[in-house]
């Protein structure tokens, strides 16, 4: 399956303390979803700015004149649209702002949204889990309230619900159609950042976190409007504002800011609401703790996973996370063996893209990535478990695939695990084909789309060079698998459905046309596709 994690709280006594180079590792993000439509290519747009024949100094002084271009000319549709913006922004503001309240619990301050008329306010768990059951919320008429903390998202999420103490008729926030948000819209902020209640500002949805389930926003948000509404043209709720990207310290907003999807809030609503929230907060696996340094080839590190760490948000699963730095076209190993729990990896580019992820690979529930550095720069480890509640040891290794066993087991250290062999050659193998990436996922509910088919896909990206002649093999026994290979320049260059009549696997055969980054789409015939698969990447020269 594939994991996701999000970001650090915006709380002005709680700031990102990795350092600005692996904080801007995850939270940057270069470039869009790669989509492209099955059977034809898909070529990135391009601009063509077409040359006069005459030079500046051709033009003559009379053809360009103050009068050719005067007021008249544009004001009246500047002025429209201005017009037209100004009213979108007022409504928006008067029809939200009276069901946002900024609340105080004694440490800290946030926001939070009046969602019901007789007082149930939705804000972040991080403004009031240390508030001891109750604080006091602010409305916009200048009404202070005393709030009960009723419940925490029981998976981890970053949502809070209050109710209001013998509250009735109050103003509320209306809450935007689940799946209705788009890159582009225009985005508004209301809270209370550094303490200043219904502050208002504007912006865009930036981005659609698909992996890691947030809204991307250059609206501002700072400290104190965690837990505030991001809201949409109809004064609708379509996020809860949580998080935003800082070079640390007490820095404000740099425009860029993330809330937690309308989607996840309805889910927990209804988990409120049916007597199934915490009663506590969990950690939330918000980066707000710095990333254990792993060097290549040193003796594996042990770990734990134990009550009270940190948690991913999609699913409730543990983990830890490792940085190190790699270099373009290195080939390593990551090897994570475990007794205890299901082991899960995935590591990350210095843009916060999966490289690759591996369940199983390692044999038994051990898991095991051989990958090729597509880039550069600083990696992510992401130590994981499969399942929610899973506790135990585990030992983490990163190794020079060339150095590494292929067995599973480490190399200068035994976990104990019940290992097995991968079955495939390492990358600097002399025995037959080189395998420049092997990994193993799953296609499930919540993975990126294709636009064309709504079938699902997972990326995996490699590094290869000109006139490299490549097998591609995707593999799975639950469903009819599709691949499609993606050059650097984002052009689809090969696809394949069934690599033979009756057989349902997919193979790729390609000589590479240039050198740079390659994307590899696992992807199914249909949106019905669910279920594990296993991708090789081989070279053959």
Same mark, same amino acid.
């Given at each position: 399956?594939m994991?996701?994690?999000?970001?650090?709280?915006?709380?002005?006594?709680?700031?990102?303390?990795?350092?600005?180079?692996?904080?801007?590792?995850v939270?940057?993000?270069?470039?869009q979803?790669? =989509?492209?439509?099955?059977?034809?290519?898909?070529?990135?747009?391009?601009?063509?700015?077409?040359?006069?024949?005459?030079?500046?100094?051709?033009?003559?002084?009379?053809?360009?004149?103050?009068?050719?271009?005067?007021?008249?000319?544009?004001?009246?549709?500047?002025?429209?649209?201005?017009?037209?913006?100004e009213?979108?922004? /007022?409504?928006?503001?008067?029809q939200?702002?009276? @069901?946002?309240?900024?609340?105080?619990?004694?440490?800290?301050?946030?926001?939070?949204?009046?969602?019901?008329?007789?007082g149930?306010?939705?804000?972040?768990? *991080?403004?009031? =889990?240390?508030?001891?059951g109750s604080?006091?919320?602010?409305?916009?008429?200048?009404?202070?309230?005393?709030?009960?903390?009723?419940g925490?998202?029981?998976?981890?999420?970053?949502?809070?619900?209050?109710?209001?103490? +013998?509250?009735?008729?109050?103003?509320?926030?209306?809450l935007?159609?689940?799946?209705?948000?788009?890159?582009?819209?225009?985005?508004?902020?209301?809270?209370?950042?550094?303490?200043?209640?219904?502050?208002?500002?504007?912006?865009?949805?930036s981005?659609?976190?698909?992996? !890691?389930?947030?809204?991307? &926003?250059?609206?501002?948000?700072?400290?104190? +409007?965690?837990?505030?509404?991001?809201?949409n043209?109809?004064?609708?709720?379509?996020?809860?504002?949580?998080?935003?990207?800082?070079?640390?310290?007490?820095?404000?907003? /740099?425009g860029?800011?993330?809330?937690?999807p309308?989607?996840?809030?309805?889910?927990?609503?209804?988990?409120?609401?049916?007597?199934?929230?915490?009663?506590?907060?969990?950690?939330? @696996?918000a980066?707000?703790?710095?990333p254990?340094?792993?060097?290549?080839?040193a003796?594996?590190?042990?770990?734990?996973?134990?009550?009270?760490?940190?948690?991913?948000?999609?699913?409730g699963?543990?983990?830890?996370?490792?940085?190190?730095?790699?270099?373009?076209?290195?080939?390593?190993?990551?090897?994570?063996?475990? &007794?205890?729990? !299901?082991?899960?990896?995935?590591?990350?580019d210095?843009? @916060?893209?999966?490289v690759?992820?591996?369940?199983?690979?390692?044999?038994?529930?051990?898991?095991?990535? =051989?990958?090729?550095?597509?880039?550069?720069?600083?990696?992510?480890?992401?130590?994981?478990?499969?399942?929610?509640?899973?506790?135990? @040891?585990?030992?983490?290794?990163?190794?020079?695939?060339?150095r590494?066993t292929?067995?599973?087991?480490?190399?200068?250290?035994?976990?104990?695990?019940?290992?097995?062999? &991968?079955?495939?050659?390492?990358?600097?193998?002399?025995?037959?084909?080189?395998?420049?990436?092997?990994?193993?996922?799953?296609?499930?509910?919540?993975?990126?789309?294709?636009?064309? !088919?709504?079938?699902?896909?997972?990326? *995996?990206?490699?590094?290869?060079r000109?006139?490299?002649?490549?097998?591609?093999?995707?593999?799975?026994?639950?469903?009819?698998?599709?691949?499609?290979?993606?050059?650097?320049?984002?052009?689809?260059?090969?696809?394949? !459905?069934?690599?033979?009549q009756?057989?349902? +696997?997919?193979?790729i055969?390609?000589?590479?046309?240039?050198?740079?980054?390659?994307?590899?789409?696992?992807?199914?015939?249909d949106?019905?596709?669910?279920?594990?698969?296993?991708?090789?990447?081989?070279?053959?020269?």
């Amino acid at each position: 399956m594939m994991k996701h994690f999000f970001l650090s709280c915006v709380r002005p006594s709680c700031s990102l303390v990795w350092g600005t180079a692996l904080t801007t590792m995850v939270l940057s993000q270069p470039g869009q979803a790669i =989509e492209p439509y099955k059977s034809q290519s898909v070529v990135a747009p391009t601009i063509q700015v077409s040359e006069h024949s005459t030079g500046l100094g051709a033009i003559a002084p009379a053809t360009i004149t103050p009068a050719t271009i005067t007021p008249a000319t544009i004001a009246p549709a500047t002025i429209a649209q201005n017009s037209r913006d100004e009213e979108i922004n /007022i409504r928006v503001y008067e029809q939200a702002s009276p @069901g946002v309240v900024a609340i105080d619990v004694g440490t800290a301050t946030g926001s939070g949204s009046i969602i019901t008329s007789n007082g149930l306010v939705l804000t972040n768990a *991080h403004v009031v =889990e240390d508030a001891g059951g109750s604080v006091t919320v602010k409305l916009a008429d200048g009404r202070e309230l005393v709030a009960d903390v009723v419940g925490f998202d029981p998976m981890g999420r970053d949502l809070a619900a209050l109710q209001i103490r +013998n509250g009735r008729n109050l103003p509320t926030v209306r809450l935007a159609s689940p799946n209705s948000v788009r890159v582009g819209q225009r985005a508004f902020a209301i809270g209370s950042p550094f303490g200043l209640s219904n502050t208002f500002t504007i912006g865009i949805v930036s981005r659609l976190d698909v992996d !890691d389930g947030m809204i991307q &926003t250059d609206a501002a948000i700072n400290p104190g +409007n965690s837990g505030g509404p991001l809201l949409n043209s109809n004064a609708e709720m379509v996020g809860v504002n949580t998080a935003i990207y800082t070079t640390g310290g007490n820095a404000g907003s /740099i425009g860029i800011g993330f809330a937690v999807p309308i989607d996840q809030v309805n889910t927990f609503i209804a988990a409120v609401e049916s007597g199934q929230s915490a009663t506590t907060a969990r950690h939330t @696996g918000a980066l707000d703790f710095a990333p254990t340094p792993i060097q290549l080839d040193a003796p594996p590190i042990d770990g734990r996973f134990a009550e009270g760490d940190h948690v991913l948000p999609s699913d409730g699963s543990l983990f830890d996370l490792y940085a190190f730095n790699g270099q373009a076209g290195q080939a390593v190993t990551i090897a994570m063996d475990s &007794t205890d729990v !299901d082991s899960y990896l995935v590591l990350l580019d210095s843009g @916060g893209n999966r490289v690759a992820t591996d369940d199983d690979g390692g044999g038994s529930f051990n898991a095991r990535i =051989e990958t090729v550095l597509p880039n550069s720069g600083n990696y992510l480890i992401v130590a994981n478990t499969y399942q929610a509640r899973e506790l135990g @040891g585990y030992r983490l290794q990163l190794m020079n695939s060339n150095r590494a066993t292929g067995n599973g087991s480490f190399n200068g250290g035994n976990s104990g695990a019940n290992s097995g062999a &991968t079955g495939l050659p390492g990358p600097n193998s002399s025995q037959g084909p080189s395998t420049i990436l092997q990994t193993r996922g799953r296609l499930e509910t919540g993975d990126r789309i294709l636009s064309d !088919d709504q079938s699902l896909f997972d990326e *995996h990206r490699f590094n290869g060079r000109g006139g490299q002649q490549l097998e591609i093999l995707l593999t799975s026994t639950e469903f009819d698998t599709y691949l499609i290979l993606v050059g650097p320049n984002g052009e689809s260059l090969a696809q394949n !459905d069934d690599r033979a009549q009756g057989n349902p +696997n997919s193979r790729i055969q390609i000589t590479l046309p240039q050198s740079g980054s390659y994307s590899v789409l696992v992807n199914s015939y249909d949106a019905t596709g669910r279920g594990a698969y296993e991708l090789q990447v081989r070279s053959r020269n």
